[in-house]
């Protein structure tokens, strides 16, 4: 167990809705990274939170939106959504030494109908 | 283009044998080097990693390498277990501390009894 939770697990939707997931960092870790992984792919950087603030952007969508709140915890909101953004979308965390070392999180798998 | 890549998608090997996973990368301001292991239906788990001031990291049984020159470096797992069996990836960074991770797309390790 990485200490980092996400919420939920699986989520199927039509094209066009939006959702949100969640992620809880371990405790005491401030950077939360989202990262998706779609069929065959590597894990790709889509954005990261560093105490409540934006810190860097990757490959994230207009139609993609992520937030970091007091408590730490994260949501990343995905709107709009397309039959190609069904994926495994992963929640990671970071902020103790060795601070290049993330923790990952079990994964939401998004499924767009 | 990939900066990190993984040129094997699948590696077999038997029990108590040797596996070497391998990783190029190809952007020279990468200078940490992770590698993490998955199982299905879970996040990426830890496993080694490597500063660029190093050319060898050992925990246990794995062992990473690292030629800075060639821009390579790899996963020795001695011996191997049948629960090593997983997807791994290769993933680098700019030693900056707090910097989203650049994933390889994974090697499936089969370890066979």
């Known amino acids: 167990d990485s200490g980092v939770t996400q919420t939920p697990k699986h989520l199927i939707t039509a094209t066009g809705q939006r959702v949100t997931l969640r992620c809880s960092p371990r405790s005491g870790d401030l950077s939360v990274y989202w990262y998706q992984q779609s069929l065959d792919q590597g894990l790709q950087f889509l954005i990261q939170?560093?105490?409540?603030?934006?810190?860097a952007k990757g490959n994230i969508l207009e139609r993609f939106s992520a937030q970091q709140f007091p408590d730490l915890h994260s949501e990343l909101n995905l709107s709009s959504l397309e039959l190609g953004d069904s994926a495994l979308y992963f929640c990671?965390?970071?902020?103790?030494?060795?601070?290049?070392?993330?923790?990952f999180g079990p994964g939401t798998r998004l499924t767009v109908l | 283009d990939q900066q990190v890549k993984q040129n094997s998608p699948s590696l077999s090997v038997q029990e108590g044998r040797i596996s070497i996973l391998n990783c190029d990368y190809t952007n020279s301001m990468f200078d940490y080097f992770l590698w993490y292991k998955k199982y299905p239906a879970e996040g990426p788990t830890f496993l080694i990693s490597i500063s660029s001031i190093k050319d060898k990291n050992e925990d246990g049984r794995f062992t990473v390498f690292l030629n800075k020159s060639a821009k390579h470096l790899s996963l020795h797992i001695v011996p191997s277990q049948p629960g090593d069996s997983a997807v791994y990836f290769c993933?680098?960074?700019?030693?900056?501390?707090?910097?989203?991770?650049?994933f390889g797309k994974g090697t499936t390790l089969s370890v066979s009894s």
């Open positions: 990671a965390s970071s902020g103790t030494p060795p601070w290049n070392e993330q923790f």
């Open positions: 939170y560093y105490n409540g603030e934006e810190r």
């Open positions: 993933a680098a960074t700019p030693f900056q501390a707090g910097t989203a991770l650049i």
